[in-house]
């Protein structure tokens, strides 16, 4: 007997991949159900093989569905993800509304899948399981199998984000700002405060007091609740004129000596990690070649020569897959692996 799982936000970027994903995993659906807003309804999404036609959120019974994989913004979250978990659906958000509440988990299940079973014993859950940050997802896959062998003491990290990440809105500007540079017209900036083709813009969400901006902070916070709290984390997030898939220049400092050559031995069997690292032209992974794959790529693995105990390296990911859609999915099928979830049918 198989799942009910609902998709929220299913017309969006990251619900597109999420119907995507379900299809290619074969993940143990007897009913998939495409939610959006009302003015989406009747919308046609891919599932596989087939079509499905979106459903208002608005009208939607959760009390027979088993998950609910949502990503919608924080405002339909904060609205929804309580009355969802409160009829014994698991939600599990992708936006940034639950992450830093301290009885809802975030999870990245190459990295902290245990804390999947002591939150599912726990008879007063709230029935919600938060999604990290997609830049943090890509990076605590990275660091988990080096902080087990040598103990992470600071990470500093400069990320090249993707135009995916702001959503349709964000990629739409792009296309439309080359096609105007290419043809010699006036470039207008709406999703992004300066122009994004052919530039960096050095700033993602909002601006803090500190100086650090919000998406930075997030990246700080997650992957000390994630991987461990006593990592110390800098971050400069950029965005680059990229379609898909965000990458990461990446510093790290251990308390015990680790060489490049064993973490890349460490790396090309951890769960997740995919390395490619030649020292040579061409030897290493982009954005391009990182966008609809599952792997979070790492290239570069070289020791950093101004610190104690200090490597550099390389990491790439599609952001859409394995820093969104992919993530909440592997949630589910951890969930079930370890049976901690069962059918609402089969459970009665």
Known sequence: MGFKVAVVGATGNVGRAMLDILAERAFPADEVVALASTRSQGTEISYGDRTLKSKALDHYDFSGTDICLMSAGSAVAKEWGPRIGAQGCMVIDNSSCFRYDSDVPLVVPEVNAHVLAEYMANPNRRNIIANPNCSTAQLVVALKPLHDRATIKRVVVSTYQSVSGAGKDGMDELDR????????????????????????????DVFMEDGYTKEEWKMNVETKKILDPKIKLTATCVRVPVFISHSEAVNVEFEQPLSADEARDILRSAPGCLVVDKREPGGYITPHEAAGEDATYISRIREDITVENGLAFWCVSDNL?????????????????????????QAA
């Open 177 to 204: 700002q080359t096609k105007a540079l290419y043809s010699l017209r006036d470039v207008e900036a709406k999703k992004f405060p300066k122009r994004i083709a052919f530039n960096l813009i050095p700033h993602i």
């Open 321 to 345: 897959r394995k820093g969104a859609a992919l993530n909440a999915i592997q949630i589910a099928e951890a969930l079930i692996n370890r049976k901690l979830l069962l059918p609402k049918q």
